[in-house]
């Protein structure tokens, strides 16, 4: 994705590819930036951003190849270099202190919660999507991408920059994050467990 | 790119899969790329034939796939701005006139 050759498009083309293959993913493009940045307005902002900058480097876009995952790629970038400097939200964990953690991989192979099938299914909606935004924004972009919009782990890997394996063991971690949360919130509804 | 998922995946565990024993740390590293449809048709098969056999590796199979069913009927909740596209399009093919 990086190295694409450039592509050569007409006005006309170029206004086609924006409005048929670029807009349609508003929806998605819109959810992702609100649950990274927690703010309407910031939302907003990062989403409009993307697509200016999609539309301004049209030429790096490859014909035929996933759209999504290319204005995926230049939303995340945005928000690390815009949007993360400014946020209102408290202060993350140290980038490369979370990699380090990663990297140190001794993937859990303990069994991390006790959650039962039940109580995943009694839950309404609210306390899923709490647990998701209580995760560092690292661990619920995993998420969000895989889960919610169906990347596979070489596209996340693509818009994530990061290889495959860290892909896997960051998605690893992140589901037992929030498994942890999720078990957290059963125990104090007073789910059986 | 997708295959080296199954670096890790070693055919004797699959043999062992039919003894009294099951691997369960291959297992775990599997139960991921299944639960994301990434597993080759041998790791599906491995995998398959371990949670016929293992109850706490079947239940937490079953809970990581509802969490994940939940997240996607969940977590899409946010309605784009009714003007954001008519803004994004006018600031957009404004600045290409230009």
Known sequence: ?193 | MGLSSTDSFDESSSRNAQGVQPDHKECLKILNLVLDEEAGPKEQEYFKKHIENCMPYYEIYNVDKAIKELIKQKCYDKEVPSDLVDQIKSKVFQGAEE
């Open chain 1, 1 to 193: 994705m990086s190295e694409t050759r450039r592509q050569s498009y007409s006005q006309k083309e170029k206004e086609k590819t924006f409005e048929k293959e670029f807009l349609p993913h508003i929806d998605s493009m819109y959810n992702f930036a609100y649950r990274l940045t927690f703010d309407e307005d910031d939302a907003k902002d990062l989403v409009q951003d993307t697509y200016l900058k999609a539309y301004r480097f049209i030429e790096s876009f490859e014909k035929g190849t996933n759209a999504k995952a290319w204005l995926f790629r230049i939303l995340k970038n945005s928000f690390i270099n815009d949007f993360r400097k400014k946020s209102k939200q408290p202060s993350k964990v140290d980038y490369q202190e979370v990699e380090t953690f990663y990297n140190s991989e001794d993937v859990d192979q303990s069994i991390t919660t006790d959650l039962r099938i039940e109580t995943v299914q009694d839950m309404i909606g609210d306390e899923i999507s709490n647990a998701l935004n209580s995760l560092d924004v690292d661990f619920r972009t995993v998420i969000i991408l895989c889960d919610l919009e169906g990347f596979k782990y070489d596209e996340m890997a693509k818009i994530l920059d990061i290889p495959i394996g860290t892909v896997r063991s960051r998605l690893h971690r992140a589901r037992n994050l929030l498994k942890e949360r999720l078990s957290d919130y059963a125990k104090k509804m007073g789910y059986k467990n």
